[in-house]
């Protein structure tokens, strides 16, 4: 759709897959991103990421639905 990510910062340097979505605001809850994540619907740096805990460092972009969120480590 569009290259241009929302660049979501961290606190750490890297965040697992289902807490980035509720921060990026992608979801609205923990229960949210278990269904989304289960059925596909996400994709991490283009490929589908069906790992709720899969770690995601800087630069790491998440598309689901359309929108874009990129990872942005401030450590």
């Not at 990421?49 to 995601?56: A, D, I, P």
């Amino acid at each position: 759709m569009s290259d241009i990510h929302e660049a979501v910062p961290i606190r750490d340097e890297s965040i697992r897959l289902g807490q980035f979505l509720k921060l990026a605001n992608l979801i609205e809850s923990g229960a949210e991103a278990k269904e989304v994540i289960a059925d596909g619907l996400v994709s991490v740096n283009g490929e589908v990421e069906v790992r709720r805990g899969r770690q995601l460092r800087d630069g790491d972009v998440v598309a689901i639905g359309g929108m874009t969120a990129q990872v942005s480590s401030q450590a």
